[in-house]
Structure formats: C-alpha cells, structure tokens
C-alpha cells in the first residue's frame, strides 16, 4: 500500500517561514491535498491539487510537488497557524493520509 | 451553507456493532461521492472507506474490510456506516466528508462522532 511521510514536528518563529515535506514514491505525479486541524476541530482543506487554494485560505499558504516530495509552504507565520497538518492523496482509489506534522509557532 | 452532520456514535462492547449516519445539507448530494475517515484519540488521520455517487463504486480500508459497510440514500440526503464486530481499535472520532473535482479533494468535513469500543 502507498505510504506518505511526513515530519512528527515542525517549529518556527512567528513571521518566518514554515515548509512541512510529505514524502511518498513518486508522489509527483499524483495531486496532493493539505488539510489543517485544530484541537478539537475536524480538518480544513488548505491546499489542493497540489498548489491550488480555496476561497478563504490566506494567499500565505502555498504548495508544491516534485519528484517524490510534495510541501506544504506558510510564509509570514502566524500565531494561529498552528496545527496538524496532513498531506493526502489517492492511490487506487483508496486514500491515503500522511501521519501529520505539528507545526508549533514559538 | 454546505453542511455535514454525524451522528449515532457512543459507546460499545468489543464484538457489537454500530451504525453512523451524516446527514447532509446545502449541496446536490446526488451527484458527489462521500467518505468516512476516521481519528483515534491523540493520532492521524485514517481514510475508512468511500462511495461513489450512485453507489456503484465502493472501497474499504484494509483495517474495516468485511468489518463495516458504507450506504447512502439520495432521496434522504444521508450516508451511512454500519460498523460490525467491533473492536478497541476501532475507537475513533468518525468524520463524513465529500469529496469532489477531478483530484478528488476532501471538501468540507462534518464535526465527527466519537465512537468508543471498550467492555
């Protein structure tokens, strides 16, 4: 089954610049959505289809997906940004999650 | 306002069975295929299983398959899961969720049903 890879734990400063990676084989040449969860909230998409946003999400947030690394890109932290994030996908038609990343402003 | 509402979850002996319902609102639910995902306590997101619009094409995770039993009824506007011999790893908060667009992204999500599987 395909397996996506991402960091337990990511940190920054409020202001700078955060990129969560979620790895898979050859993840390029799938579409990769991002979902943000809050504690106590069900996820909110982000990202989806690799780089797009939707209505609402701060242009501050942002994606790509090369090779067999997709990422998740927040510039300008802020506070509330903080989170897990999952990157998912669809591998015959079955979807897949990352384990999640938790992204902590310091 | 796109809306999705869980419901039926609760507490639950190992072996027993339980059925979740989403009702949906604001939206053709006719015409986008649904999912179940699901959280345990303090970890990731897990997909369960996925239905497609007329139900024609269904998909299970490994973890749930011949276990539990995805539905829908248009005319109700509602998706269902039957969950059948339960067990303590099935504990989770059980989310619906619609997903639409060619790349399937997962859009928007109901609040979830806690589902407790302990003797």
């Known amino acids: 089954s395909y397996v996506l890879t991402q960091p337990p734990s990511v940190s920054v400063a409020p202001g700078q610049t955060a990129r969560i990676t979620c790895g898979g084989n050859?993840?390029?040449?799938?579409?990769v959505h991002w979902y943000q969860q809050k504690p106590g909230q069900a996820p909110v998409l982000v990202v989806y289809?690799?780089?797009d946003r939707p209505s609402g999400i701060p242009e501050r947030f942002s994606g790509s997906n090369s090779g067999n690394t997709a990422t998740l890109t927040i510039s300008r932290v802020e506070a509330g940004d903080e989170a897990d994030y999952y990157c998912?996908?669809?591998?015959?038609?079955?979807?897949?999650f990352g384990g999640g990343t938790k992204l902590t402003v310091l | 306002e796109v809306q999705l509402v869980e419901s039926g979850g609760g507490l639950v002996k190992p072996g027993g069975s339980l059925r979740l319902s989403c009702a949906a609102s604001?939206?053709?639910?006719?015409?986008?295929?649904m999912n179940w995902v699901r959280q345990a306590p303090g970890k990731g997101l897990e997909w369960v299983s996925s239905?497609?619009?007329?139900?024609?094409?269904?998909y299970y995770a490994d973890s749930v398959k011949g276990r539990f039993t995805i539905s829908r009824d248009n005319a109700k506007n509602s998706l269902y899961l039957q969950m059948n011999s339960l067990r303590a790893e099935d504990t989770a908060v059980y989310y619906c969720?619609?997903?639409?667009?060619?790349?399937?992204?997962?859009?928007?999500w109901g609040q979830g049903t806690l589902v407790t599987v302990s003797s």
């Open positions: 969720a619609r997903d639409w667009g060619a790349a399937r992204l997962i859009d928007p």
């Open positions: 604001g939206f053709t639910f006719s015409s986008y295929s």
């Open positions: 239905i497609s619009s007329s139900s024609s094409y269904i």
């Open positions: 050859n993840i390029g040449s799938k579409s």
């Open positions: 289809d690799d780089s």
């Open positions: 998912q996908v669809w591998d015959s038609s079955r979807g897949v």
